[in-house]
């Protein structure tokens, strides 16, 4: 694995820009260009394109392009543009903008580069790896290798192509910098309540997308689309829902109606669930698996040093009763610690600060490990886990998603669950991780600095770590004689078939310990002036009992009925819960308007088609009203994110950054 240094310098060529003919705007000036690599003229991908004094800026995609629309400030005509990104030398570019549109290419040459590889010393047979790093001998450290200067440097006097380097065995890395990954998400559109009544989809508790989108924000760019995730934003916050009692059901609901912020005329239908909160106390025995990356990729400060502090404030909160192992992978994978009571914290702390990272990232045989080392120590009754600290770079031994899932899915059935913890920036698998979370009954969680270690891992601890609730279904029935069209907003990825809400096969979401769970409907009801775009559907050859005219309409007050699924955490048959959903009297709870605010947040950051009539500041001024208590100053933080998030907004375009 690679590790590049950056040289702060600064390029002197010319920009290459010229003024399109016909500008279109005049309050703004547009810059778009290709990042390409100096040497190569490869585009780069996952460059930072920035706009000094501003803060703005954005990512390149696959094709190197990016596209910057910048409000243009009274008596400035000239703006200084960088480039930059890990392994190359930073450039800048100054353009007049008395233009409305300027095409900038810039041209970034290669930073001196060095090799490091792991080296993992020891047997490592399973015999070893139930012994103790110091009584196997092992370590993980990094042993830095030179490469000859005429490789990656600015200015080669003979370039040096990739079937040069084949013929003298001289290794060029892949393409270093931003590598980030996120699925696609369509959104979920309004659907006609009379031909499609019924909507399925599995909870979701996994927070990532929040502390991800912070990350973007805080730095001054707009998020990519895809790494918006409403729903995960929403569920990133606590909400005052009642408590089932206790000895009885593991989960309830608190359901509330009332106008849609970003279109009046829509009701917005909030669905809360609540599970039981039990204290320390009241926790089962842990048996868990850290299972870290100290792959070269984990160097920097806010990867693996980020892990070892977030994992030292999860090991001060364990018991005695609790046990935990440490498994590492790079180029190969190692036990460093044996399970180890949670009352010897001296000896897991200590091996957690031996770490340090080089090599490549084998991350199956990494998962391999931590899954047998938690089945060896398996715990009846107990929470059995394999926790997995990466930036998601998996690039030696089974590196594709679905060879992932199906080692994921065949190694949830033993009973041990896994969460995911990601860290950093430019390596990112968005879509790996959150999909390995899932098919690995856990959970998924960003780390973007030690606050938000602390929330998921101290604050969150019993739900992240003990499940309460498996395979977790919700499914929604409209009443097509108030609901002419409704909406999901947000669960793209957790859609289920109708039919599989019956079926106990089917996996789905999982409810941990005091964990709530956000799902928000926006609905047309039939007396609604305003009618969304739900298109047309022609009338069916065969007739069905989803067609309209057949459809049998109750007129009740009633909105929709809502139930829920779910199974013992051990697994087994499932339990069926049902409740009615009826117009809310009275003005919207604090939680309410809170919930909308930040969905509200997640339509805006997206440029959402259904983002409606609402702007930054009426975000602001839902979230105001809806702060309440605030204990954790969670909600404070949302605020001062909504204000980032209008000054990025108000300084770039929305532009999707390519995949």
């Not at 260009?33 to 004094?53: F, H, M, S, Y």
């Not at 980020?306 to 404030?313: D, F, M, T, Y």
């Not at 799902?519 to 067609?547: F, Q, W």
């Not at 440029?607 to 609402?614: C, F, Q, T, V």
């Amino acid at each position: 694995m690679l590790f590049f240094s950056v040289l702060a310098a600064t390029m002197l060529a010319p920009p290459l820009a010229h003024v399109a003919p016909r500008p279109v705007m005049r309050d703004s000036v547009v810059i778009s260009g290709t990042v390409r690599d100096a040497a190569t003229q490869l585009p780069i991908e996952g460059a930072n394109v920035l706009v000094q004094t501003r803060g703005s800026g954005r990512v390149t995609g696959r094709d190197g392009r990016y596209r910057l629309a910048v409000q243009r400030v009274a008596d400035q005509r000239v703006l200084t543009i960088s480039a930059r990104r890990i392994g190359y030398t930073p450039a800048t570019r100054q353009v007049n903008v008395t233009a409305d549109f300027i095409a900038l290419d810039i041209a970034l040459a290669s930073a001196p580069m060095h090799l490091s590889s792991v080296v993992v010393s020891g047997s490592l047979d399973r015999r070893a790896e139930r012994k103790d790093a110091a009584s196997a001998g092992m370590s993980v450290s990094i042993a830095p290798q030179s490469v000859p200067t005429s490789v990656g440097t600015a200015a080669p006097a003979v370039p040096i192509t990739r079937a040069m380097a084949r013929e003298r065995d001289i290794r060029i890395p892949r393409e270093p910098g931003n590598r980030e990954q996120y699925a696609n998400i369509v959104e979920n559109p309004f659907l006609d309540a009379a031909r499609t009544p019924l909507s399925t989809f599995g909870i979701d508790v996994d927070r990532a997308a929040y502390a991800n989108v912070r990350r973007f924000l805080d730095q001054g760019m707009r998020p990519p689309r895809d790494a918006v995730r409403i729903e995960e934003l929403v569920n990133y916050f606590a909400y005052d829902y009642a408590a089932p009692a206790r000895g009885g059901d593991p989960l309830s609901l608190t359901i509330e109606t009332h106008d849609a912020p970003w279109q009046p005329a829509h009701r917005l239908v909030r669905i809360g669930m609540q599970a039981q909160r039990l204290s320390l106390a009241e926790l089962p025995p842990a048996n868990l698996v850290f299972l870290i990356d100290v792959s070269g990729s984990m160097q920097t400060e806010n990867k693996l040093p980020l892990v070892i502090a977030s994992l030292r404030l999860l090991t001060e909160q364990l018991r005695e009763q609790d046990h935990v192992a440490i498994a590492v992978y790079a180029g190969a994978a190692g036990l460093v610690l044996p399970s180890t009571p949670g009352s010897d914290k001296a000896r897991i702390l200590a091996a957690l600060d031996r770490l340090q990272a080089g090599g490549s990232t084998n991350g199956a045989a990494g998962l391999r490990l931590a899954y047998r080392t938690a089945r060896e120590h398996f715990v009846e009754e107990g929470a059995n886990r394999v926790i997995l600290a990466t930036d998601g770079d998996f690039n030696v031994g089974t590196t594709s998603d679905s060879d992932m899932i199906q080692l994921i899915e065949a190694e949830r059935k033993s009973g041990v669950n896994l969460t995911v913890l990601g860290f950093g920036m430019g390596n990112i698998r968005d879509a790996m991780m959150e999909q390995i979370a899932d098919k690995g009954n856990g959970q998924y969680a960003y780390i973007d600095n030690l606050a938000e270690a602390r929330k998921s891992l101290v604050r969150e601890m019993s739900g992240t770590l003990f499940t309460l609730a498996k395979d977790v279904k919700l499914q929604v029935e409209f009443n097509p004689a108030r609901v002419r069209s409704y909406r999901l907003i947000g669960y793209e990825n957790r859609a289920l078939r109708d039919e599989d809400f019956n079926d106990d096969t089917k996996d789905a979401g999982e409810l941990g310990a005091g964990h709530s769970v956000t799902a928000l409907y926006e609905v047309e009801l039939t007396d609604s002036a305003i009618r969304s775009s739900t298109g047309t559907v022609d009338p069916l050859r065969y007739g069905t009992t989803r067609e309209p005219s057949r459809v049998a309409i109750r007129p009740t007050d009633e909105l929709a009925f809502v139930k829920v699924r779910y199974q013992p955490a051990r697994g087994g048959r499932s339990t069926l819960r049902t409740w009615a959903v009826t117009e809310s009297a009275g003005r919207p709870s604090t939680d309410f308007m809170f919930a909308s605010a930040v969905a509200g947040f997640g339509l805006l950051l997206r440029d959402s088609e259904h983002k409606g009539r609402i702007g930054w500041p009426e975000v602001r001024a839902l979230a105001e009203r809806g702060l309440g208590a605030d204990p954790t100053g969670d909600r404070a933080g949302f605020l001062r994110l909504v204000s980032a998030a209008e000054r990025v907004a108000t300084r770039t375009a929305a532009v999707d950054v390519p995949r």
